[in-house]
């Protein structure tokens, strides 16, 4: 299985998106989530399942005007 | 009021594109604002730093969806933004073309009404089009964010006339100028026509000194709203002598 991580190609050992995050370093109560550009709420992380060619955001605040 | 909330200070700040994160914090407490906009971006490093920064701002944030180009992007980016910050706020950004900044106004609709169906409190970037303003209102949106001019353009207010019709056919709905100040005359303006708040971001981060020129602003912004609340005097074609005829002496 290969995922995308905020545009970066990657194999993830993990099988949910709440491991995903885990696995990548991500401070999980700080950053939001998105997966084929549809928002997955915090306490969804650990049930959504995570499949061939995802493409999962990582969000957190940023500089904005 | 802005869903509710009273603010004192009717300037709202931008917080990108400062020299380095310690003029935005000062930048900040020199204007005295109280809300502050704030984007959402792929988490890489100083993301810690910058969430400790805005925290310590004891600002509110308005979180915006910069960058959205479609309805979908900016629905799904408003729901990321309102977990993250833990606020109903958002300002609402669906870009039309890349070049202008435009808002798509079609696509703002549509968003909007998912938004406000969703419990979100929406702030509209939009245009002084009266009829897309009332097509905002109608999907929920009780503030409405007409530009002044293209993002970061600096132009000020390109349409005076626009907005100062818009505010005649929204008295009831907060009305804030949002992008296109360059000048702190021309946030002033825009108070003076009677709106409720200005919101800006390069004006400030560009100037050669942010943190004076956010003081600018601060005092500018609350100037305009003064002599708003103390009502202008009606425009004259012709001259009318301010000193009293009575008592002229014949020399």
């Known amino acids: ?47 959504h399942r995570l499949a061939d060619g995802d493409r999962i955001e990582v969000l957190s605040p940023m500089q904005g005007g | 009021m802005f869903y509710g909330v009273t603010l ?7 917080t990108a594109q400062y020299p380095s994160p310690a003029i935005l914090q000062q930048a900040i407490a020199a204007s005295g604002v109280e809300v502050i906009t704030v984007s959402l971006r792929r988490e890489g490093r100083g993301g810690a730093d910058f969430r400790r920064l805005i925290a310590e701002t004891g600002c509110r944030i308005l979180p915006n969806t910069a ?23 958002i300002k609402l950004e669906v870009i039309g073309h890349a070049d202008t900044l435009q808002p798509d106004p079609f696509a703002l609709v549509e968003a909007a009404r998912t938004l406000c169906a969703d419990g979100f409190e929406v702030f509209p970037y939009t245009t002084e089009d009266l009829i897309l303003g009332e097509k905002l209102v109608e999907a929920g949106c009780q503030v409405l964010m007409p530009w002044g001019a293209p993002i970061g353009s600096g132009q000020g207010l390109r349409s005076i006339e626009g907005l100062r019709s818009m505010r005649a056919h929204f ?31 390069t004006a400030v981060a560009k100037a050669l000194d942010p943190v004076a020129m956010a003081g600018a602003f601060g005092q500018a912004v609350s100037a305009g709203q003064m002599a708003a609340e103390a009502g202008l005097m009606p425009r004259r074609d012709m001259a009318a002598a301010s000193t009293p005829i009575f008592g002229l002496a014949e020399l």
């Open chain 2, 67 to 89: 960058g959205c180009h479609t309805a979908a992007e900016a629905v799904t980016t408003a729901h990321m933004a309102r977990e993250v910050f833990g606020t109903n706020w």
């Open chain 2, 171 to 201: 008295p009831d709905i907060p009305l804030v100028v949002d992008a296109g100040i360059g000048a702190p005359s021309q946030a002033a303006q825009a108070m003076e026509l009677g709106y409720d708040a200005v919101l800006l971001n």
């Open chain 1, 1 to 47: 299985m290969r995922v995308e991580v905020n545009g970066e190609g990657m194999v993830p050992r993990a099988n949910t998106l709440a491991e995903l995050l885990l696995d990548c370093g991500f401070e999980t109560a700080a950053v939001a989530t998105a997966v084929n550009g549809q928002f997955v709420p915090r306490g969804a992380r650990v049930g």
């Open chain 2, 8 to 14: 004192n200070s009717r300037l709202m700040l931008g």
